[in-house]
């Protein structure tokens, strides 16, 4: 049997936030079949649990793990870092979306939006670098969004304006790591058929479809597949890079 | 304020030296790993563990590490 397979994941271990659904759980199956062990955390404790037993068991050695924490809390992010391992790979994926027009954005969900999909992550990236917990060699992967840094759209703009912030927090991060042989990339989905678009109706869902030439959403798989790839040596030259993965969405 | 304390705050900026090369009298401008990325993070350690914002001319006057300990040590007595 030919082992070609420079997409491989073989014994890394990978931390995932957000790890109870959607991408994230999709994410963490992929890295396992590609030989990786994955660390999950999400909020959702009873979700995670069930994620978690779930997965196939990781060929590593080591056990899969997960981490029940609100990463918004101090505490509870610096208590995922103690827990944590090693890593060779982070997916930083957890977020939220909410569509408010303009007129009707609050400060509170201004800040809750922001603390939950820009500061989480830059301030959990930050403690793994600060304990060292980062092998070199190792890839930092964000889950963006094609809203706000290819597309705009109506009613979307406090999460559009967190994924700017990640997709320059995420160039800047790759500047900084890359004489320490640490990558850092982001995936930019469109629609994904996940929770975080509930919020449409089935028609407004049909509708949007027409705007994306393949004439469908993702599948959360589809965005695992990049963020393995960005996660594996396959993309050993790739940083600063943000993969869009939109089914062709912004062409037009 | 103590240059054992400061050393290994110093060290911890660095990923590949070996801890034994970091020492009072470590020039460090000529260590292999020194590099203007960990010149932010040693400034950077300086103001979170001591209070003490260190310019660029400081830097690159502090020949040894003990020389960039006083330095920050005269700073954080102000």
Redesign the interface.
Known sequence: MNSYNPFSLKGKTILITGGAGGIGTATAQTCIELGARVILTDIREDALRATLESLPTSMTGEPNLCFTADLTNAEQLAALVDFCPKIDGLVCNAGVMKLTLTQFITEEELSRIQKINLNAPILLTRSLLKK?KIN?GGSLVFTASAAGVYRVSIGNGIYATTKCGIDAFMRTVAL?LG??GIRCNSVNPGMVETALIGSFTEEEKEKEKLNYPLRRFAKPEDIAFGIAYLLSDASSFVTGTALKIDGGMTLS | MEIKEFIEHFAEQFDDTELSEFKPETVFHELDEYSSLIALSIIAMADEEYGVTLNANEMSAAVTIEDLFNTVKAKAGE
């Open positions: 060292k070199k900084e004489p320490k």
